[in-house]
Structure formats: C-alpha cells, structure tokens
C-alpha cells in the first residue's frame, strides 16, 4: 500500500460546480499536508498546507484532513476554467514529503 | 526575487550517456529536494540536501543516480548509463530549514533517453 493514495482521475465538471478532491494516508507520522497544483508542463505550486485535523479555507479553497480516519481533501467553490491541472495531495514530516499520484481536473466553460 | 529555475528544460539523450541536470534554488533557502515525476508514478523523492548536513539519498533508485550541492547554493544531479527508464520530469524543489511543508518547485527538466 502506498503512503498516500489519490484517485488519478480524469475528473471533469462544469464552470461553477464546486469539486472534491480526495486523498487517504497511511503513515501516522504525517504532522503536515499539502496540496499542490500543477499546470501542464509546469513544476507544482502550493496552494495550501495544515498542520491539524479540520478545515482550512483560502478563497475558493478548502483544505480538510481528518488524522482520524486518515482522509485528505479539497474543496474548490465556484470553479473556475482556470483550475483546470492536476491535484497533488501530500502528507510529511521532518522535512520529507510523500505525494499521492495527482487527480487530474477540468473545468469546461 | 527569482524562484527556483531549471537547466535544460529539455534534454535528449541516447541510452548510455551521461547527463546533468541543474538546479538554482531561491536564495537563502537552505533545504533543496529532488524528485522524479514519471507518468502514471506520481512524485518520487530522490535526494534531499540541508545545510551542511550529510545529503539524504534514500530514495535514489541505484548507483547509476548522484547529486551534489555546492556551496549550499546550486546542485546538480547526475545520472549515468541513462536507460530508457530514466526518462521522466526531473524537478528540484527548496524551502528555508525546518519549512518542509513549504516547498517551491523548479519548472523541471523533461529527459528523454532513446
């Protein structure tokens, strides 16, 4: 089992659906989680990091994770065709970070 | 200033050769990561240098792989004898000591090896 699992998708939705994007881990230790966004042919950007269980909210963007239960997500509002990319989810600790496989999402106008 | 830049952007090379791979990092930030991006494999970590501490290169997949960082500034990595299996995204990444959460990426280097 990978440290950190993520549906790869494709995932598509209509311009203004809200979008849920999931990921589960394995590793207790995780004391951080990331999401990153990457474009085509571009390195990933971070969009948003926690350090807790519950809801971290930038914008259009929240980040949930529950340690409980080990589940990850994000939640895009009122998307955008420009949210178009693929979705890195990450779990970490020390220093050292473990990427789920990306879910790759579109965003038709 | 400037984030993370990335040379080449692209790079074709035949099995067997040799090739280097650089990385600038975003000044000041101590902490520098390499990792792979295969299709269908997600982000694999390679190598992680802090400071002047001895580099972490558990996950450089065999000897043929190597990394150096001068001057806790500029790294290169190394790949020898490329096989084809070594074609991939190449991407560095740093952030500032102890902010591990916090990495900025490079654009990456698309290697293809024929």
């Known amino acids: 089992q990978k440290e950190v699992e993520q549906d790869p998708g494709p995932l598509s939705v209509p311009e203004g659906a809200i979008v849920s994007l999931n990921c589960t881990y394995s590793?207790?230790?995780?004391?951080?989680f990331m999401w990153y966004r990457q474009y085509s042919r571009k390195g990933p950007e971070l969009l948003m990091y926690?350090?807790?269980?519950g809801n971290k909210e930038d914008g259009r963007f929240t980040a949930q994770v529950d340690k409980s239960s080990k589940y990850i997500s994000l939640f895009i509002r009122d998307s955008q065709p420009s949210d178009s990319a693929t979705y890195l989810c990450?779990?970490?600790?020390?220093?050292?970070?473990?990427f789920g496989k990306g879910t790759k999402l579109s965003v038709k106008p | 200033g400037a984030g993370v830049s990335q040379s080449p952007s692209n790079k074709v090379t035949e099995k067997g050769k040799d090739v280097e791979l650089r990385c600038d990092p975003i000044?000041?930030?101590?902490?520098l990561y390499w990792y792979r991006q295969s299709l269908g494999q997600g982000l694999e970590f390679l190598i992680y240098?802090?400071?002047?501490?001895?580099?972490?290169k558990s996950g450089l997949p065999s000897d043929r792989f190597s990394a150096e960082r001068t001057g806790g500034s500029v790294s290169t990595l190394t790949i020898q004898r490329t096989q084809q299996e070594d074609s991939a995204v190449y991407l560095c990444?740093?952030?500032?000591?102890?902010?591990?959460?916090?990495?900025?990426f490079g654009p990456g280097t698309r290697l293809l090896v024929l």
């Open positions: 990444a740093s952030c500032l000591a102890g902010a591990g959460e916090t990495q900025y």
């Open positions: 000044s000041g930030h101590t902490a």
């Open positions: 926690t350090y807790s269980s």
């Open positions: 990450s779990g970490g600790s020390q220093g050292n970070l473990i």
């Open positions: 590793n207790s230790a995780f004391q951080y």
């Open positions: 240098f802090q400071g002047n501490s001895a580099p972490d």
